[in-house]
């Protein structure tokens, strides 16, 4: 089989296009990196989620979707509910900043099956996720001739372990900038104000 240059290609600026737009997942592995907290694990679970969620779009899985329209209203109130959740509790840390900057001298104190629980639940309970990377980056790639589908799976599942390493990786460099309260608190507040908003408009 023959690569298909224009088919990778296809899928990388696809889904690296839809991928970098900011939302509640990319600002909790920001958050993650900043905070040198278990990178590779939330690197490869964001980038794992994502291949399958990739693959399931292309394959035509969305068709699931159209038949049961009660899975769009579990995933719509379910998904507002846990972001309502998590924007509270970014609110609550604007009044307690000390403790995400200690956090930075004692990265071990997130477990791993928190930050495993708390990505799954930025993936797949938000229904953002869904429209990005399955419905839409699923409807691009069925429009692609069948030979050309697999690469273009490929270049988009690249693009996605591409955005997510270099964001959790990049972010903790940053770590120092951190060090000082002020910057969690103007973190949090817009992480708060995302999370809450989009929330809001999924149930408007």
Known sequence: MNIDLSGLLTGYLASISLIMAIGVQNAFVLKQGLKRQHLFLTAFTCSLCDSLLIVMG??????????YPVLTQILQWGGALF???YGLR???SVFHPHILVASLESPGKSTKMATLLALLGFTFLNPHTYVDTFLLLGTIGAEQEPHEQIFFMIGAIAASATWFFSLTYGASKLSPLFKNPRAWQILDTLMG???I???IGLVI
């Not at 394959?59 to 699931?64: P, R, S, Y």
């Open 197 to 199: 908003g989009i929330a």
């Open 58 to 67: 292309v394959l035509g899985i969305e068709v699931l979707t159209n038949d």
């Open 193 to 195: 104000c995302i999370m």
């Open 83 to 85: 972001l309502v959740g």
């Open 90 to 92: 970014s609110f609550w």
